[in-house]
Nanobody, 126 residues
Framework: EVQLQAFGGGLVQAGGSLRLSCTAS????????IGWIRQAPGKDHQGVSC????????YFDESVKGRFNISSDKVKNTVYLEMSSLKPEDTAVYHC???????????????????WGKGTLVTVSS
């Protein structure tokens, strides 16, 4: 069973930084896409970043490119989201997600249709 748990959310001022962590179990990082999806109040969920550990590919939504970075530690079964230059519009619940690459063929699709963990709230004040 895929299990994901995100940590590290909180309140930060605009321009600040925050690092989210996600501990994962029940699957191999080499076979899955893993990443982050967020949902702001009253809005649809949005893919933030996706990582395909099998080939090292990473993907970012245009709104966070250059500000966010994704990385993983396979020994610790943990994926991280480093967020910098945060903006009020980054305020959202951030979910860690993972999905089998073989089933969906692409990082974003695997993430969107895979398993999501309970999110962590990030609030950016102006």
């Amino acid at each position: 069973e895929v299990q994901l748990q995100a940590f590290g959310g909180g309140l930060v001022q605009a321009g600040g930084s925050l690092r989210l962590s996600c501990t994962a179990s029940g699957f191999s990082f080499d076979d899955y896409a893993i990443g982050w999806i967020r949902q702001a109040p009253g809005k649809d969920h949005q893919g933030v970043s996706c990582m395909s550990s099998s080939d090292g590919s990473t993907y970012f939504d245009e709104s966070v490119k250059g500000r966010f970075n994704i990385s993983s530690d396979k020994v610790k079964n943990t994926v991280y989201l480093e967020m910098s230059s945060l903006k009020p519009e980054d305020t959202a619940v951030y979910h860690c997600a993972a999905g089998p690459l073989r089933a969906y063929g692409h990082c974003w699709l695997s993430l969107n249709f895979g398993s999501w963990g309970k999110g962590t709230l990030v609030t950016v004040s102006s």
